[in-house]
């Protein structure tokens, strides 16, 4: 998703924020191959992300969220009961807010904005315009995991041997 994509008026309006929103969606899915597919319809219950995407833009957006967390759109959305997709298997019914996880992923699109918008973005090795990679997505935390899982800390031994090793390393490099 680039801001070129949008109209200009509704680019220059959502800046910043477009700036974080594409970074969440880290991954676009690749183009999908085969017949061309009808254009998705436009979202119509948009709390967080800016209501000017279209279709396709959040489409992209929840395949990056599908790969970072590591689930499926079920995850998230809950079923509609009263309709079926032309494989038998039962819809989903984005605009739907019925599931407790689609608020929490709200909340946690809030939160990963303004740490790139606040806290990230002003690391000084970031304002010498190192790669936007370092953009905080949520596959920086969560890793392709739902529940992101802990991070152990190496064992004091663990940590002095890896010190050894790296030492070791820096002077065979010198040499
Ligand atoms: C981690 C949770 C999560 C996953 C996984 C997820 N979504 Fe979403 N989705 C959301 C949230 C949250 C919103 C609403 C964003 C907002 O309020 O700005 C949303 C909105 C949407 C919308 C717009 C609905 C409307 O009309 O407002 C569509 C369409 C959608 N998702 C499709 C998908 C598809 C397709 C997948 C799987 C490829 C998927 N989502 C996976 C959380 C998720
Ligand atoms: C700064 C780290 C961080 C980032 C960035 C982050 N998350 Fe999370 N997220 C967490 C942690 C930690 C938890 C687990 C909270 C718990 O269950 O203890 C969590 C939990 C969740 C849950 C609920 C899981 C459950 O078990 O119900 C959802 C959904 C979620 N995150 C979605 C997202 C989405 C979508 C993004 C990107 C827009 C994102 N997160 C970015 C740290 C992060």
């Keep these: 998703m680039k801001l070129t994509s949008l109209p200009l008026p509704a680019a220059a309006l959502l800046g910043v924020c477009l700036f974080a929103v594409t970074t969440l ?39 990056g969220w599908e790969k970072q967390l590591g689930v499926e759109c079920d995850t998230c959305h809950a079923i509609d009961p009263n309709k079926k997709r032309p494989n038998g298997r039962p819809a989903l019914n984005f605009p739907d807010d019925s599931k407790p996880e689609k608020e929490t992923a709200r909340q946690m699109v809030k939160m990963t904005m303004e740490l790139n918008q606040n806290y990230t973005s002003r690391v000084e090795s970031k304002q010498n315009n190192e790669a936007a990679a370092k ?10 995991h739902f529940d992101p899982p802990a991070f152990a800390a190496p064992k004091d031994e663990e940590h002095e041997q890896e010190h050894e090793r790296e030492g070791a390393d820096k002077s065979q490099a010198q040499r």
């Design 25 to 63: 969606a880290q991954d676009p899915p690749p183009a999908r191959a085969g017949r061309p597919h009808p254009p998705a319809p436009k979202p119509t219950n948009l709390k967080i992300l800016p209501k000017t995407l279209t279709g396709d833009q959040v489409m992209d957006i929840m395949h």
């Design 135 to 144: 953009e905080v997505s949520c596959g920086t935390c969560h890793r392709g």
